[in-house]
């Protein structure tokens, strides 16, 4: 049966939030994200700000230079949640399958739901409208068979714009495309494409399905499968989130462990505080690896008890780091860390020989969420998470005295 | 060799060191029982390198010597066979023939002498309990001890004696059980404490020995091992490297809020209203009032469940979350009719005493409600 996905995203969702709580920034550059005069990155730009070159994750001093005149602000994420939740209400009253990806951006399973709500096209329009009536903010909407090609189009669309590929029609849409355009395919792995003389998904459509695996294991495959259109995943409903996880692919491959542990240390404090933020625990604990010959490897374990402490998820998750990098040593690529078997935290027993009182964690880790939620969750750090920090600095120091 | 015994007793003598018996490990001998035969007697002893047991029966021996068959094996044959006399003879390359009445097996064993030998023990007694004191002792304490085998000092039985006063503690960080007794006449002069960790394992394999109460158990000492001599048998343990926690420490001493139940009532209500809390928790609330104790199980999928029974309680109000498990297992170590919990607040340790043995008693963490 011939499934009908619809992408939905934000158009530069942090700065139309500010948009719609200061009309007087409309049509200015704004830039959302970080201290402006510190280190952080852009998390999002406005239109008007992107003219100037500024685009998200540039350190926000780098978008200073470009637009001086820019108008700079933290963000918070609390406001950004509140309308998210707003916009996600909306699009359950069309479906109730829907996916939400991050705060701005979903996917909504829309199959079989013509005879309820009319053309798909018009119920598309009709959403985005409702969504722009409530909240005041432009979405962007791509429709299709399946969920990448949905994601793609609604890329595409951008900004405030709809576009449907019918089925079929996917390889067609598909085939002029930069490789860059699929997702999955970042500057890193653009670049080694790129080596092999393929620049669009065409080139990429040309190349047989062996070769590819030869070159990148399983990504070789997604890759294959990409090219062609091809995506099988469904939509997932969003009340049982199954996972959490959280990846980085470093910008040099690397083996020195002080530096692997921090951005570990980085990713674990990310992932719970999601935990926390969303009230779960986590028994099961997985460390991913990717080397630098794009072998991927997962190392996991089970917990007693669920939790959703920093501590205990990087404790255990630096374990399995130190465990695998005893086995092979190569350089790494990528390091992510993923919590899944998620549930409540249920009572937890007390320990008789404890040297501090159980309570004292909660309230310590309710303390970093209250401190994050005020000044951003870079304003607290763990030290070990800290010393990457430190270490990106010096590195950073040093390519500038070249 | 060759030896003839009655069937009840060779059966009896390889039953009781199956419990050490690897049976896939990576040393194929650690698998079999050595039977060693000398005047009047057959030795049947097993081993793990951790533990070994060794016992000896009567039995007509023609012709000494020893050899080494598969514990699981034998042990199969023998609870088949008739209560008859057992025949057994050892032929070239460790092969063994056993006959008992019509029946006939022919076994495959290993040479005697690769069998690791016993640690040599000291026969002198360090302690010397009666049985019955020991398997009380035993009783009271070992459902704390914790199964966990990578936490050695847990996962064994302290034992601590100090001029004729024996005390012994388990306990697996969540709980605790703690016995005193006294052994005998104090012997004056002689006042030096001393102290020993008994592995879980050797303990359980103690319980399988003591048939006779009324035969003493000897406790010894020698180098690295411990030895517990009954009667014919022994049970050599390695001894346990590990600090146990310090337990005096985390007996309280504020917990001032008395409640008294009967035993049975509190059992039978925990048992019913524990059969809908949460699978792994266990957890049940004790929310204790005037003249009442009410359980309740609400925290589950499974559905609520809650009972009340009576105390011999006045003051305030308290809610307490333990886990269900670890109470009942307390309440039947314990004899008397009475129990007394002595609590302070919810976020504190419940400490569990007998109020007609002030020599025994056991804390249970409180959950996180």
Redesign the interface.
């Known amino acids: 049966m011939t499934r009908t996905i619809l992408h939905i995203d934000m158009d530069a969702f942090f700065v139309s939030v500010e948009e719609t709580l200061d009309p007087s920034l409309c049509g200015k550059p704004v830039v959302v994200g970080g201290d402006p005069n510190g280190r952080g990155v852009v998390a999002a730009a406005s239109y008007a700000a992107r003219r100037f070159g500024i685009h998200s994750a540039m350190p926000v001093a780098a978008a200073r230079r470009l637009c001086p005149d820019a108008i700079f602000l933290r963000g918070s994420h609390r406001r950004y949640s509140e309308m998210s939740e707003q916009i996600f209400r909306i699009m359950e009253q069309y479906s109730p399958s829907v996916e939400p990806m991050s705060l701005d951006e979903a996917y909504l399973d829309l199959t079989g739901c013509e005879l309820l709500h009319g053309p798909t096209l018009n119920t598309a329009e009709r959403i985005r409208d409702k969504i722009k009536d409530t909240v005041g903010i432009n979405a962007s909407i791509g429709i299709a068979s399946n969920k990448l090609i949905a994601k793609i189009a609604s890329g595409y669309a951008k900004p405030s714009g709809m576009l449907w590929i019918p089925e079929g029609k996917e390889r067609r849409f598909l085939a002029p495309l930069p490789i860059g355009s699929l997702p999955g395919v970042g500057p890193k792995g653009g670049k080694q494409l790129q080596r092999m003389g393929i620049r669009t998904v065409n080139d990429l459509t040309n190349l047989p399905r062996q070769l590819l695996e030869d070159a990148f294991q399983k990504w070789g495959t997604a890759l294959y499968l990409k090219a062609r259109g091809v995506c099988h995943s469904e939509v997932e409903g969003r009340s049982d989130a199954r996972s959490i996880s959280r990846e980085t692919t470093f910008e040099e491959d690397t083996l020195d462990l002080e530096f692997l542990e921090s951005a570990l240390s980085y990713l674990v404090e990310k992932a719970s505080a999601q935990l926390r933020e969303d009230a779960w625990g986590a028994r099961c604990i997985s460390l991913k690896l990717r080397y630098s010959d794009f072998q991927t490897v997962t190392r996991s374990q089970t917990l007693d008890e669920a939790t959703n402490e920093d501590y205990v998820i990087y404790q255990t998750t630096a374990n399995l780091l130190r465990c695998q990098l005893n086995q092979r040593r190569t350089r790494i690529r990528l390091i992510g860390v993923a919590l899944t078997r998620l549930g409540m935290p249920g009572p937890v027993q007390a320990d008789l020989f404890a040297a501090l009182d159980p309570r004292q964690w909660d309230q310590l880790y309710q303390g970093i969420d209250r401190i994050r939620d005020k000044y951003g969750f870079h304003s607290i750090l763990r030290g070990r998470t800290a010393i990457q920090r430190d270490l990106q600095i010096k590195a950073k120091t040093r390519d500038s005295e070249k | 060799m060759e030896v003839r015994i009655e069937r009840s007793v060779f059966f009896n003598s390889v039953q009781r060191v199956q419990g050490v018996v690897e049976t896939k490990g990576a040393m194929p001998i650690l698998s079999h029982v050595l039977i060693s035969a000398e005047t009047g007697q057959i030795q049947v002893q097993s081993t793990n390198l951790e533990i070994g047991i060794l016992g000896n029966y009567p039995a007509n021996v023609e012709t000494p010597g020893a050899v080494c068959l598969n514990a699981k094996k034998l042990f199969d044959i023998l609870r088949e066979l008739p209560d008859q006399e057992v025949h057994l003879k050892t032929e070239e390359n460790h092969w063994a023939t056993l006959k008992c009445g019509k029946s006939k097996f022919r076994l495959p064993g290993l040479a005697p002498e690769e069998f690791p030998p016993l640690p040599e023990y000291d026969q002198e007694a360090l302690i010397e309990f009666t049985g019955k004191l020991l398997k009380e002792m035993i009783n009271k304490t070992q459902f704390a001890v914790s199964p966990d085998e990578t936490r050695q000092a847990l996962n064994s039985l302290l034992l601590e004696e100090n001029n004729g006063q024996a005390c012994m503690v388990g306990?697996d960080?969540?709980?605790?059980a703690m016995v005193k007794r006294t052994l005998g006449e104090p012997k004056d002069g002689e006042g030096e404490a001393q102290s020993f960790l008994l592995p879980r394992k050797a303990i359980t394999e103690l319980l399988k020995l003591m048939e006779d109460e009324d035969i003493s158990f000897k406790f010894s000492v020698r180098g690295n091992h411990l030895a517990f001599i009954h009667g014919n048998h022994v049970i050599v343990a390695r001894k346990i490297d590990g600090k146990f926690?310090?337990f005096r420490q985390?007996i309280p001493k504020e917990n001032d809020l008395q409640v008294h139940f009967k035993k049975d009532d509190l059992i039978h209500a925990l048992k019913r209203v524990a059969l809908l809390a949460?699978e792994?928790?266990r957890?049940v609330r004790f929310e204790v009032s005037e003249g009442t104790l009410a359980l309740v199980s609400d925290?589950s999928e499974m559905g609520t469940a809650n009972e009340e029974i009576s105390a011999n309680y006045s003051g305030d109000e308290i809610r307490i979350?333990l886990?269900a498990k670890y109470v009942l297992d307390v309440l039947s170590a314990m004899e008397n009719e009475e129990v007394t919990f002595n609590l302070k607040d919810s976020?504190h340790?419940c400490l569990i005493t007998d109020p007609k043995d002030g020599d025994f008693l056991s804390?249970v963490?409180?959950?996180?409600?």
């Open positions: 306990t960080g969540h709980r605790l926690p310090n985390v949460d792994k928790s957890m925290n979350g886990n976020q340790s804390i963490m409180p959950m996180r409600l």
